[in-house]
T-cell receptor, first 115, second 117 residues
Framework: DVKVTQSSRYLVKRTGEKVFLECVQD?????MFWYRQDPGLGLRLIYF???????EKGDIPEGYSVSREKKERFSLILESASTNQTSMYLC??????????????FGPGTRLLVL | AQTVTQSQPEMSVQEAETVTLSCTYD???????LFWYKQPPSRQMILVIR??????QNATENRFSVNFQKAAKSFSLKISDSQLGDTAMYFC??????????????FGQGTELSVKP
Protein backbone atom coordinates (compact mmCIF):
# COMPACT_ATOMS: atom_id res chain seq x y z
CA ASP A 1 0.00 0.00 0.00
CA VAL A 2 1.10 3.51 -0.78
CA LYS A 3 1.81 5.50 2.32
CA VAL A 4 1.97 9.27 2.45
CA THR A 5 2.76 10.73 5.84
CA GLN A 6 2.77 14.29 7.07
CA SER A 7 4.87 15.44 9.99
CA SER A 8 2.05 16.84 12.12
CA ARG A 9 -1.71 16.42 12.32
CA TYR A 10 -2.20 19.69 14.21
CA LEU A 11 0.03 22.73 14.42
CA VAL A 12 -0.37 26.07 16.16
CA LYS A 13 1.95 28.92 15.17
CA ARG A 14 2.20 32.64 15.73
CA THR A 15 2.00 35.32 13.06
CA GLY A 16 5.40 35.93 11.53
CA GLU A 17 6.85 32.53 12.39
CA LYS A 18 8.53 30.39 9.76
CA VAL A 19 6.61 27.15 9.39
CA PHE A 20 7.76 23.88 7.86
CA LEU A 21 5.31 21.18 6.80
CA GLU A 22 6.90 17.90 5.84
CA CYS A 23 5.55 15.17 3.60
CA VAL A 24 7.10 11.77 2.96
CA GLN A 25 5.96 9.04 0.57
CA ASP A 26 7.30 5.51 0.43
CA UNK A 27 6.38 4.42 -3.10
CA UNK A 28 9.08 6.07 -5.19
CA UNK A 29 6.59 8.46 -6.81
CA UNK A 30 7.95 11.15 -9.08
CA UNK A 31 5.11 13.61 -8.53
CA MET A 32 4.31 15.32 -5.27
CA PHE A 33 1.74 18.00 -4.52
CA TRP A 34 0.76 20.43 -1.79
CA TYR A 35 -2.86 21.57 -1.48
CA ARG A 36 -4.75 23.64 0.98
CA GLN A 37 -8.33 22.74 1.82
CA ASP A 38 -10.81 25.38 2.95
CA PRO A 39 -14.58 25.03 3.49
CA GLY A 40 -16.53 26.01 0.40
CA LEU A 41 -13.38 26.24 -1.71
CA GLY A 42 -12.38 22.61 -1.99
CA LEU A 43 -8.71 21.83 -2.54
CA ARG A 44 -6.45 24.34 -4.21
CA LEU A 45 -3.01 23.50 -5.52
CA ILE A 46 -0.16 25.46 -3.94
CA TYR A 47 2.91 23.86 -5.52
CA PHE A 48 3.83 20.61 -7.15
CA UNK A 49 7.04 18.82 -8.05
CA UNK A 50 7.61 16.25 -10.78
CA UNK A 51 11.21 15.44 -9.90
CA UNK A 52 13.89 16.08 -7.31
CA UNK A 53 14.78 19.77 -7.14
CA UNK A 54 11.99 20.58 -9.63
CA UNK A 55 8.99 22.63 -8.62
CA GLU A 56 6.11 24.34 -10.32
CA LYS A 57 3.70 26.92 -8.97
CA GLY A 58 0.13 25.90 -8.57
CA ASP A 59 -2.88 28.17 -8.36
CA ILE A 60 -2.13 29.87 -5.03
CA PRO A 61 1.65 29.95 -4.45
CA GLU A 62 1.83 33.39 -2.83
CA GLY A 63 3.27 33.26 0.68
CA TYR A 64 4.57 29.73 0.25
CA SER A 65 7.73 28.03 -0.99
CA VAL A 66 8.70 24.38 -1.34
CA SER A 67 11.74 22.18 -1.25
CA ARG A 68 12.37 18.77 -2.72
CA GLU A 69 15.91 17.62 -2.05
CA LYS A 70 15.07 13.91 -1.98
CA LYS A 71 12.56 12.02 -4.08
CA GLU A 72 10.51 10.83 -1.12
CA ARG A 73 10.26 14.14 0.71
CA PHE A 74 8.45 17.35 -0.22
CA SER A 75 8.40 20.27 2.19
CA LEU A 76 6.08 23.24 2.26
CA ILE A 77 7.44 26.40 3.84
CA LEU A 78 5.53 29.39 5.09
CA GLU A 79 8.21 32.05 5.26
CA SER A 80 6.23 34.34 7.55
CA ALA A 81 2.97 32.81 8.67
CA SER A 82 -0.14 34.94 8.54
CA THR A 83 -3.62 34.37 9.92
CA ASN A 84 -5.05 33.88 6.43
CA GLN A 85 -2.86 30.81 6.09
CA THR A 86 -4.87 29.03 8.77
CA SER A 87 -6.10 25.99 6.89
CA MET A 88 -5.88 22.25 6.33
CA TYR A 89 -2.82 21.32 4.25
CA LEU A 90 -2.82 18.12 2.24
CA CYS A 91 0.13 16.46 0.58
CA UNK A 92 -0.24 13.98 -2.26
CA UNK A 93 2.00 11.89 -4.48
CA UNK A 94 1.57 10.00 -7.74
CA UNK A 95 3.28 8.16 -10.54
CA UNK A 96 3.07 10.06 -13.85
CA UNK A 97 1.12 7.43 -15.76
CA UNK A 98 -0.33 8.20 -19.17
CA UNK A 99 -3.91 7.69 -20.21
CA UNK A 100 -5.48 9.11 -17.06
CA UNK A 101 -4.32 6.18 -14.99
CA UNK A 102 -2.44 8.48 -12.63
CA UNK A 103 -3.86 8.32 -9.11
CA UNK A 104 -2.95 10.80 -6.44
CA UNK A 105 -2.45 9.33 -2.97
CA PHE A 106 -3.07 11.71 -0.12
CA GLY A 107 -1.60 12.15 3.32
CA PRO A 108 -3.78 12.61 6.43
CA GLY A 109 -3.44 16.38 6.37
CA THR A 110 -2.03 19.00 8.73
CA ARG A 111 -4.46 21.38 10.34
CA LEU A 112 -2.55 24.64 10.84
CA LEU A 113 -3.78 27.43 13.08
CA VAL A 114 -1.93 30.75 12.89
CA LEU A 115 -2.62 33.06 15.82
CA ALA B 1 -8.97 27.90 -17.36
CA GLN B 2 -10.73 24.79 -16.25
CA THR B 3 -13.22 24.99 -13.41
CA VAL B 4 -15.17 22.41 -11.46
CA THR B 5 -18.43 23.19 -9.68
CA GLN B 6 -20.27 21.16 -7.07
CA SER B 7 -23.47 22.99 -6.29
CA GLN B 8 -24.60 20.80 -3.37
CA PRO B 9 -22.59 21.68 -0.23
CA GLU B 10 -24.46 19.08 1.88
CA MET B 11 -26.65 16.09 1.23
CA SER B 12 -28.13 13.34 3.31
CA VAL B 13 -29.54 9.93 2.48
CA GLN B 14 -31.08 7.08 4.39
CA GLU B 15 -29.10 3.89 4.69
CA ALA B 16 -29.75 1.50 1.76
CA GLU B 17 -31.14 4.31 -0.41
CA THR B 18 -29.57 5.74 -3.57
CA VAL B 19 -28.10 9.22 -3.78
CA THR B 20 -26.65 11.25 -6.65
CA LEU B 21 -24.00 13.93 -6.24
CA SER B 22 -23.73 16.54 -8.99
CA CYS B 23 -20.66 17.99 -10.65
CA THR B 24 -20.22 20.25 -13.64
CA TYR B 25 -17.01 21.43 -15.20
CA ASP B 26 -15.82 23.83 -17.82
CA UNK B 27 -13.03 23.15 -20.30
CA UNK B 28 -12.17 23.67 -23.93
CA UNK B 29 -10.08 20.50 -24.00
CA UNK B 30 -11.28 17.33 -25.71
CA UNK B 31 -9.08 14.83 -23.91
CA UNK B 32 -9.26 14.85 -20.12
CA UNK B 33 -10.10 12.75 -17.11
CA LEU B 34 -12.60 13.10 -14.32
CA PHE B 35 -12.49 11.71 -10.82
CA TRP B 36 -14.48 11.41 -7.64
CA TYR B 37 -12.49 11.39 -4.42
CA LYS B 38 -13.85 10.56 -0.98
CA GLN B 39 -12.60 12.08 2.28
CA PRO B 40 -14.08 10.29 5.33
CA PRO B 41 -14.12 12.17 8.63
CA SER B 42 -10.58 12.40 10.02
CA ARG B 43 -9.30 9.96 7.41
CA GLN B 44 -7.27 10.21 4.25
CA MET B 45 -8.74 11.09 0.89
CA ILE B 46 -9.08 8.15 -1.48
CA LEU B 47 -10.02 7.74 -5.12
CA VAL B 48 -13.54 6.39 -5.68
CA ILE B 49 -13.87 6.30 -9.44
CA ARG B 50 -12.38 7.73 -12.63
CA UNK B 51 -13.72 8.42 -16.12
CA UNK B 52 -11.85 8.99 -19.37
CA UNK B 53 -13.51 11.65 -21.52
CA UNK B 54 -13.00 9.67 -24.72
CA UNK B 55 -14.99 6.74 -23.35
CA UNK B 56 -18.73 6.94 -23.80
CA GLN B 57 -19.39 4.14 -21.35
CA ASN B 58 -19.98 5.30 -17.82
CA ALA B 59 -17.52 4.00 -15.23
CA THR B 60 -18.71 1.78 -12.39
CA GLU B 61 -17.01 0.52 -9.24
CA ASN B 62 -19.25 -1.75 -7.21
CA ARG B 63 -21.97 0.48 -5.68
CA PHE B 64 -20.51 3.62 -7.24
CA SER B 65 -21.27 4.69 -10.79
CA VAL B 66 -21.09 7.89 -12.78
CA ASN B 67 -23.32 9.60 -15.29
CA PHE B 68 -20.92 11.30 -17.68
CA GLN B 69 -22.53 13.74 -20.11
CA LYS B 70 -19.68 15.18 -22.16
CA ALA B 71 -21.71 17.66 -24.18
CA ALA B 72 -23.33 19.01 -21.05
CA LYS B 73 -20.01 18.90 -19.16
CA SER B 74 -21.67 17.04 -16.34
CA PHE B 75 -20.22 14.25 -14.20
CA SER B 76 -22.48 13.01 -11.41
CA LEU B 77 -21.78 10.24 -8.91
CA LYS B 78 -24.46 7.74 -7.96
CA ILE B 79 -24.10 5.73 -4.78
CA SER B 80 -26.44 2.76 -4.58
CA ASP B 81 -27.40 0.94 -1.40
CA SER B 82 -25.83 3.67 0.74
CA GLN B 83 -23.91 2.50 3.80
CA LEU B 84 -22.95 4.32 6.97
CA GLY B 85 -19.33 4.11 5.86
CA ASP B 86 -20.17 6.24 2.82
CA THR B 87 -20.48 9.26 5.11
CA ALA B 88 -17.74 11.58 3.86
CA MET B 89 -16.86 14.69 1.92
CA TYR B 90 -16.89 13.93 -1.80
CA PHE B 91 -14.82 15.91 -4.27
CA CYS B 92 -15.18 15.96 -8.01
CA UNK B 93 -11.89 16.58 -9.82
CA UNK B 94 -10.69 17.29 -13.36
CA UNK B 95 -7.35 16.39 -14.88
CA UNK B 96 -5.85 17.62 -18.13
CA UNK B 97 -2.76 15.45 -18.29
CA UNK B 98 0.52 16.94 -19.30
CA UNK B 99 3.22 14.42 -19.98
CA UNK B 100 6.37 14.83 -17.93
CA UNK B 101 4.75 17.21 -15.52
CA UNK B 102 2.15 15.02 -13.97
CA UNK B 103 -1.56 15.41 -14.11
CA UNK B 104 -2.67 18.36 -12.05
CA UNK B 105 -6.07 17.97 -10.43
CA UNK B 106 -8.62 20.76 -10.25
CA PHE B 107 -11.13 20.12 -7.49
CA GLY B 108 -14.68 21.19 -6.91
CA GLN B 109 -15.89 22.69 -3.65
CA GLY B 110 -16.97 19.35 -2.20
CA THR B 111 -20.27 17.81 -1.12
CA GLU B 112 -20.64 16.61 2.44
CA LEU B 113 -22.72 13.44 2.43
CA SER B 114 -24.33 12.06 5.56
CA VAL B 115 -25.80 8.57 5.53
CA LYS B 116 -28.42 8.21 8.23
CA PRO B 117 -29.40 4.91 9.86
Amino acid sequence: DVKVTQSSRYLVKRTGEKVFLECVQDMDHENMFWYRQDPGLGLRLIYFSYDVKMKEKGDIPEGYSVSREKKERFSLILESASTNQTSMYLCASSLPLAGGRETQYFGPGTRLLVL
Amino acid sequence: AQTVTQSQPEMSVQEAETVTLSCTYDTSENNYYLFWYKQPPSRQMILVIRQEAYKQQNATENRFSVNFQKAAKSFSLKISDSQLGDTAMYFCAFMNPTYNQGGKLIFGQGTELSVKP
